[in-house]
């Protein structure tokens, strides 16, 4: 472990020190654009689609550097930030779902008044004469597009709700369920399925716990190591029963009384089986007017640039770019990927406005944008990642923070964790859960 700690500090160092120059030197550079860009009538839109972990990142970067002549306009369906790496803790752990949603107050508050708009409404479609169809009838006109809608899993990956109030009502029903529940099955063992997993069975460690995994590898998109030690720990740790190689018929995402036929023929009852598995990327807005976008798995085609293209005609200059978690990048589908990938997009855009090729192309990094932080259980957590050569570091810690530090998620996106009290639902009314939601 004292290697993986020299090797984590000598890649951190080796990425941070540059990315840390580049920051700063854009820090810079966007305090003389707030003094040079002008907000004029027939300025024409940048439309940046999705809000979350990628799109935030290319919005604040937008609003540092178009050219006047250009506005950015931010299109997202939620009232608040998502901050969806919580949501399987804020399923079990009581009272602190209302933090997971972070105001949006703080994005790019520096910026030029009037250089972006953010707009809370759903996209529908995108039409060949460049315009977004919005839910609520509007049409808005792009010159490009960038689109960061990365894909939907639901309860208790993602909650359904559009406006916090009603996504904590979300939460707080899957919290009351799993406490009411004694025999609980839980379906998939990827990072959500271990950490609701043994998040129950450290909080509850009087009820029967059952993680069911279809591979015979826990965490099997990561190294064999890292899926050795987190069964050891489960097992041997928190007493979770874990069954590889089965895959069960998931009878809902969210199911009480529930039964699951394993491979032997034998079918046993659970009180909650929950479903961990599949995620279904949001790129139906191209579906109609560019099916030709759409790959096999229903993500966006991209070139190295993460410029759009269609597969009849690869050649075609379309105005949009497509990145994060949506895209068919060949990079993991991390929030640090989405980062990584804004900036390709904002250079190529800039590019274009400016008359020149786009041409600056996306390469993963990932020992960095792969790396994950696995929490097993109220503290144990383990940080992973492995390199493109398959070399990998794994590094424990037994120190983790019950609300997984969400202050600093809060500080991060420019608001004061104090606004946390605002709004906060204290009183709620008794929530529904549906007794089975298909997958
Ligand atoms: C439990 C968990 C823990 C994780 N931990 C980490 C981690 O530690 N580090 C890490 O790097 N990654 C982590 N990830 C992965 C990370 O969450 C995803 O890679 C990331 O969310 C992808 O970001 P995105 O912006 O591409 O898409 P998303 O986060 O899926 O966001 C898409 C946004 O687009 C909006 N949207 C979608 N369709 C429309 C529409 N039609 N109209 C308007 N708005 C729309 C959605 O509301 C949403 O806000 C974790 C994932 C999970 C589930």
């Not at 907000?39 to 970067?61: C, H, M, Q």
């Not at 919005?134 to 792009?142: C, E, K, P, W």
């Not at 090729?357 to 957590?381: C, D, M, Q, S």
């Not at 991060?412 to 906060?424: I, L, P, Q």
């Amino acid at each position: 472990m004292t290697s993986d700690k020299v090797k984590v500090f000598t890649k951190a160092f080796g990425f941070f020190i540059p990315y840390l120059g580049r920051t700063a030197l854009q820090r810079v550079a966007a305090v003389g654009h707030r003094w040079s860009w002008q907000n004029t009538p027939d300025a024409k839109n940048v439309v940046v689609l999705g809000g979350s972990f990628a799109g935030i990142e290319l919005v604040k970067r937008l609003s540092e550097t178009l050219p006047t002549g250009y506005k950015a306009i931010w299109i997202e369906k939620n009232s608040h930030l998502n901050f969806s790496f919580n949501f399987p803790r804020y399923s079990v752990l009581e009272g602190h779902e209302h933090a997971a949603f972070i105001p949006y107050d703080g994005i790019a508050k520096n910026a030029p008044a009037g250089i972006f708009t953010r707009i809370q409404d759903k996209a529908i479609g995108v039409t060949e004469n460049n315009q977004i169809q919005l839910a609520s009838g509007d049409n808005i006109d792009f010159e490009y597009l960038a689109i960061a809608t990365g894909s939907s899993q639901p309860l208790p990956v993602q909650v359904t709700s559009t406006e916090r109030n009603k996504g904590c009502h979300e939460l707080q029903g899957v919290q009351k369920t799993i406490k009411a529940s004694q025999k609980i099955a839980i379906i998939g063992g990827g990072a959500v399925g271990v950490e609701i997993a043994s998040d129950i069975k450290d909080f509850y460690p009087d009820k029967e716990v059952t993680l069911v995994h279809s591979r015979g590898q826990l965490l099997n998109n990561f190294g064999k190591r890292f899926g050795d030690y987190t069964l050891n720990a489960l097992r041997d740790e928190l007493q979770i029963r874990v069954l590889l190689n089965e895959r069960p018929a998931i009878p809902g995402n969210f199911a009480r009384g529930a039964a699951l036929k394993f491979s032997d023929g034998h079918e046993e009852q659970f009180d909650l089986v929950i479903g961990c598995t599949g995620q279904r990327p949001n790129s139906s807005v191209l579906a109609a007017a560019y099916p030709n976008t759409l790959a096999k798995n229903s993500r966006i085609l991209v070139r190295s640039t993460l410029q759009v293209f269609d597969s009849t005609d690869a050649k075609k200059d379309l105005p949009m770019f497509a990145f994060g978690d949506v895209a068919d990048h060949p990079g993991p589908r991390m929030a640090r990927a989405g980062l990584m990938q804004s900036e390709v997009v904002l250079d190529n855009i800039l590019a274009k406005i400016n008359g020149q090729p786009a041409n600056r192309t996306y390469t993963p990094n990932w020992f960095v944008e792969g790396a994950i932080k696995l929490t097993l259980g109220k503290k144990h957590e383990v940080t992973y990642a492995m390199d493109n050569d398959g070399s990998d570091i794994m590094m424990p810690d037994r120190n983790g923070k019950l609300d997984l530090e969400i202050e600093s998620a809060w500080k991060r996106y420019g608001v004061d964790f104090k606004e946390v009290r605002k709004g906060k639902t204290e009183a709620e009314p008794e929530v529904q859960v549906p007794a089975a939601v298909q997958v």
